[in-house]
């Protein structure tokens, strides 16, 4: 049997390390997974103004599949995507969601169209782009923390 807590904070440690990389930022876990009021997500750099919302996911199978279509409320990104979404509103930050699935690369959507790479999906009715995550650190210019 799958412990999907720990497989969850698994692609958390992975998201968090990829991201320490690729920004030089001391990304942490959110402590008590989100459940604090003023602290949504599960990715943020503490005691800095974070311009992301970031959540992970970590499934057996890929939510991106031709049932986005067919199966609206149950289908997992959109699930995602739009609770991601509705926290970054909340904490007036912008939504960001890596998600893998098992023996996957690592995946991104965002609501910036990527501007130096083409190897992306746009899903119209989210307004979201999916991307390797691994493309997406190491070719677009993302701030992460900082004021606005």
């Not at 995946?107 to 169209?113: A, L, N, R």
Request: charged share 30%; hydrophobic share 35%.
């Amino acid at each position: 049997m799958v412990d999907s807590r720990a497989k969850g904070a698994r692609g958390e440690y992975l998201v968090r390390d990829m991201l320490r990389d690729a920004t030089g930022l001391k990304f942490e876990r959110v402590p008590a997974s989100g459940a604090l009021e003023y602290l949504k997500g599960d990715l943020y750099v503490p005691n800095q103004r974070n311009h992301y919302c970031i959540e992970v996911k970590n499934y057996k199978d890929s939510p991106l599949t031709d049932k986005i279509f067919t199966q609206r409320k149950t289908n997992n990104l959109i699930r995602w995507w739009k609770k991601v979404v509705q926290q970054a509103k909340g904490g007036n930050q912008m939504p960001l969601l890596f998600f893998k699935y098992d023996r996957s690369k690592v995946f991104v959507v965002t609501e910036h169209k990527p501007k130096e790479t083409e190897e992306y999906l746009f899903i119209r009715f989210l307004n979201c782009y999916i991307l390797l995550a691994e493309d997406w650190l190491s070719t677009e210019e993302v701030e992460f923390i900082g004021g606005f």
